[in-house]
């Protein structure tokens, strides 16, 4: 029996397991991923991983045998205009030497060791990483770590926002380098809870990983290493303050401790925001869908050539959205 799906707009760029899962209802998300990694099912005639990001055109078979002796294709003509937010960044410019792409908030740059520990892929969403390397597999020899392909600089899971990834040695070592003298520009914009007082200054606090969770890292004078943050307020709401921040180093969650440090945590920060404050409990930073109020929006280094490129990214729907709900609240 053959089957014809048509997908919409939004559909391609999605994972083959979460396209399949919400299509074939009789089986479950673990069962298909089993069935995708054991060649039960397969795109265009070849063994892919649950992960594959879906393509116009790609054909989608089951073997006989399996209870589904059929054929999925998968046919759009309309232009890519929506993939699923959550798994699909989306290209800002590609280059010869490197590409610009805006990261979503919620997918995980590249594998950690306790990630390949838990077996990652096993019903996990797939990190920026696994997503460049099934659009551009050529990226996979770049860079000194193959987890981490191409990439040059760190974005936190739950911010959204530009990245620069690097498609060749050269351009990445050139990119290494200007990231560790502190010759790239970057700027962030957040909403932190309180009045962010003064409205423009420098936070010069440094930062070490914390003595009682290794996940966290703390600011204080025990610190060992310097930390530089600029910010200047672009607007008080009536609880929060839209902050645009240049930070001057790089260090691990620097712009969440930072604030966190100064009294003004970020909204929907779950790590670095007190249970308590002011001898109450602290709001909840956002009701379930809300995310992390923190988006890298621009990015300035030189090329190969030496000319000066700079890219901005606006925040996203996701963003404004929860800034829209923070005016009014």
Do not use: C
Request: charged letters at 30%; a positive charge; hydrophobic letters at 35%.
């Amino acid at each position: 029996m053959n089957q014809e799906l048509r997908i919409r707009n939004e559909e391609i760029g999605k994972r083959l397991d979460l396209f399949l899962t919400k299509k074939l209802q009789e089986y479950s998300r673990s069962q298909i991923q089993k069935m995708v990694k054991e060649g039960v099912i397969t795109v265009n005639e070849r063994k892919v991983a649950p992960h594959h990001f879906l393509k116009e055109g790609d054909s989608i078979e089951m073997r006989s045998g399996t209870g589904h002796n059929q054929e999925l294709r998968i046919k759009n003509q309309a232009v890519v205009t929506g993939p699923d937010p959550i798994f699909s960044p989306r290209i800002i410019t590609e280059t010869p030497d490197y590409i610009i792409l805006d990261k979503p908030a919620g997918m995980v740059v590249h594998q950690s060791e306790a990630m390949l520990r838990r077996s990652h892929g096993e019903g996990e969403p797939p990190t920026l990483a696994d997503w460049i390397l099934e659009k551009y597999p050529e990226i996979r020899k770049v860079g000194d770590d193959p987890l981490r392909p191409g990439i040059v600089h760190r974005l936190d899971k739950d911010a959204s926002g530009i990245m620069v990834v690097a498609r060749t040695n050269e351009s990445f070592d050139s990119l290494v380098r200007q990231f560790k003298l502190r010759q790239v520009v970057k700027r962030y914009r957040i909403v932190t809870f309180g009045r962010v007082i003064p409205k423009e200054g420098t936070i010069d606090v440094p930062i070490s990983r914390s003595k009682t969770n290794y996940t966290k890292q703390a600011a204080g004078s025990h610190g060992t290493r310097s930390a530089l943050t600029r910010y200047h307020v672009e607007e008080y709401l009536k609880k929060y303050s839209l902050v645009r921040v240049m930070p001057e180093t790089g260090r691990t969650h620097q712009i969440r401790v930072h604030f966190f440090s100064k009294g003004n945590p970020i909204v929907g920060d779950m790590i670095y925001t007190p249970r308590k404050k002011g001898g109450k409990i602290a709001p909840k930073p956002f009701r379930e869908g809300g995310r992390l109020m923190l988006h890298a929006e621009h990015l300035a280094f030189r090329d190969l050539s030496g000319e000066a490129r700079e890219y901005t990214v606006l925040p996203g729907e996701d963003f404004e959205k929860n800034l829209a709900e923070l005016r009014v609240a």
